[in-house]
């Protein structure tokens, strides 16, 4: 198939209400998009059998390929399949290899089946099954009128695998003649980058657009031309450009998280990170953790939520009572304690308020960051965040960590 | 203004290249509905001055409400004022007040304020900007034939203060005719949910729906009257029998976590926890933090990564030795550790295999809880989590808080 019309039909009552957020179609859209397949209509529609029989039927009629995502749930108001089998006219019935998989897939968690799932090892003439390894719902490929209908669940990791490893392989789009990449920046605001690339913002191809993310402003290059090649050639000029100019302040690429990155950076020199958490509360850790093999870099961390807490990781009581915990002097304790406590070669720590309540006197959003390592100890007092408990949370975090980034880099911190 | 019919315009190229979520128009589409507003039309559209603006026009000529998310960033790519403008024909020009508060903001950061960031303090005739407490941008409500657009930044929390705090006052939207809740429950399948629920799913009205979530199946209860007393009167029967047959797996209500339920049954008897984590990396600490007041009972907790780090908490290394570390002795060991070093009521553990790659044995997603508290340990060992990293990670998490979540209720645990 050679650069089909996609469109993408997201199913649920939940997705109109708010009681569910979207995320299928956007990561969707974007995959399509990498794959130089245009979406020209993203849908949604909720629980409803007639409406969704219509809304897939008419994107039958206007689209070479329908994507369906969610309602293949074994409930009642799970339709998809009957919706899809009215739109092509057939009757779904059980498929007894199917069914005696999902009998398996819930004997082997201890569990009876419930005959309500039976549903779920529906199949109709013209679908062929699609396998889900995380979950019990199958999706459906379904041939019909020269179109395509890929129907998945819902859950994003489901859809997902189902999408890459399952639907791809049976559905041989054709090549793209789009490129992008998108750069990950921390440490500096999303105006100022935007003066810095202005003149590159305001070209349409190749284009380069920012974006202010929870993990600092990202930067975006992009290109079309026949081919991919040729698409990457275009691009590659203006990314060498925007890479030397915000060069201070870039820590990865696309998928890279800065915990990978900072992974990567600890196995190449065979040494380890420990933390001690105030304010962040386990989110340092479990951010570092979130990375497979975190295991050979990553030696423990201790959330310090209390000051007798903080005395126990090794901080001395002295340095609480003379400072307060909200202070340089205590976070610096904390990474010391840290490193010596797990036996790491590097130590980090958080303190600060997270809110709602101000604390000692400090303000909601002040927050201090320790890096201790082989060559001594980085402490850091971030501008106070704007921003709700969450937020705040989260920008310590990748405060700490863009900070650690650049000392493991040898480069100068802010 | 009564029963609008509203409109949702969610900006951004990202959002139709797979960069970004749009996780707005789903959460406002759940507030509006909530208020008695039909959304008929959710469009997502690029960072393209003339599209955008042919956008809001066709909003204006069917809707009474439109309301426009993100595009108020600084950069050239941030087009909503203009384009709001080129649909209600008015030129933007610098407002003063505006530009003396955003030199402000960027001052207490110190930071000097970009030229580029001026478009932030733009104002047409007919807007009236919205304040953000957390971020630069300002948002604008525009009056124009008798119709109305709220314009509002893209970042969820500036977005959802914006329109809680800012236009929702402005707006004087009418009375709901519409009541819903949606009730947690976790342990039970979805379709074993849907079996004991199967009365209640095939009606209309009031409807009964179910939906698989990350922390276990939700059951929503919904019902329309021309009053909210009506619906909800209309809705309580059933609501009563819902939570009659699904007593012994709810945990909470609407926009309750289980982490804030947990900090509420603690509160009430002056009781505190703590925790040590092996796979779950810091996400138990950071989950139960995540909730105002945490620092009232949550008395801290260590990331025992390594088996080293096990021992500094306090499990022995024969424990260690002759069960490895994914069992059921090193759970309860950690849990009776973590209780004990952090001084707390209660003591609360992981272990297990978060992947990729299989442990000492053990498969990807084996996992053991224990929960120890004053009338002794409980440890679980549920079934094998499919699905990946991240994911076993929450399950995990999430069945350690409904395991504690049951024994601080004093119920039965599976």
Redesign the interface.
């Known amino acids: 198939m050679k650069q089909p019309i996609a469109e993408i039909v997201s199913v ?12 299928n179609s ?6 399509l ?1 990498d794959r130089g397949v245009f ?1 020209y209509f ?1 849908t ?1 529609v909720g ?1 409803n059998r007639q409406r969704l029989r219509d809304t897939v039927a008419r994107a039958l009629d206007r689209s070479d390929l329908v994507i369906v995502g969610g309602g293949l ?5 799970d339709l998809t399949r009957e919706a899809i089998a009215d739109a092509v006219g057939e009757t779904p019935q059980v498929d007894p290899t199917l069914l005696a998989r999902l009998e398996a897939l819930f004997a ?4 009876e ?5 039976r549903k779920q090892a529906w199949l109709i003439p013209s679908a062929e099954p699609l396998d889900n ?3 019990t719902a199958f999706g459906w490929l379904v041939r019909t009128r020269g179109k395509l209908v890929v129907a998945m669940p ?2 994003p ?1 489901e859809m997902k695998r189902m999408w890459l490893d399952q639907a791809l392989p049976r559905l041989a789009l054709g090549p793209a003649g789009f490129w ?1 990449t ?1 750069i990950h920046t921390l440490g500096i ?7 810095l690339l ?1 003149a590159f ?2 070209q349409a191809n190749p284009s380069v ?5 929870r993990h600092g402003v ?1 930067v ?1 290059v ?1 290109a079309s031309a026949p081919t991919p090649e040729a698409a990457a050639g275009l691009a590659r000029p203006v990314l060498a450009e925007v890479e030397r100019v915000l060069a201070p302040y870039i820590w990865g690429r696309d998928a890279e998280t800065i915990a990978q990155v900072i992974g990567r950076l600890l196995t190449d020199r065979g040494q380890t990170v420990a ?1 001690a ?1 105030s304010l ?11 990375t ?1 093999g ?2 050979g870099w ?9 000051p ?2 903080k005395r ?1 990781l090794g901080v001395r009581a002295a340095t609480i009572d003379k400072n307060g915990v909200v202070s340089e002097p205590v976070a610096r304790a904390m990474a010391a304690a840290a490193r010596r ?3 790491a070669d590097w130590g980090l720590a958080t303190t600060g308020v ?3 309540a101000a604390l000692e006197g400090q303000p909601v959003g002040r927050t201090f960051l320790a890096v201790t390592g082989p060559a001594g100890t980085t402490v850091a007092a971030p ?2 965040w ?6 705040i ?1 989260e920008r310590t975090v990748n405060g700490l960590l863009m900070l650690f980034f650049r000392l493991l880099r040898g480069e100068p911190t802010p």
Request: hydrophobic share 30%; with cysteine; aromatic share 4%.
């Open positions: 649920g009552t939940e997705l109109l209400l708010g009681e569910l957020v979207d995320t956007a990561w969707l859209a974007g995959d998009r979406v993203k949604v629980d749930g074994p409930t009642d108001d082997a968690r201890q569990r089946m419930p005959a309500i799932n390894p995380v979950g819902g859950p990791h992008h998108t605001g999303e105006g100022s980058v935007g003066e202005a913002t305001g657009a920012t974006y202010a993310r990202d975006r992009a933390c958490e962040t509360g386990g989110l340092v850790a479990d951010t570092l953790t979130d497979p975190a295991s990553f030696r423990g961390g201790m959330v310090t939520y209390t007798e807490a126990l406590k797990f036996g997270a809110g709602p501008p106070t704007l921003g709700e408990r969450r937020q949370k």
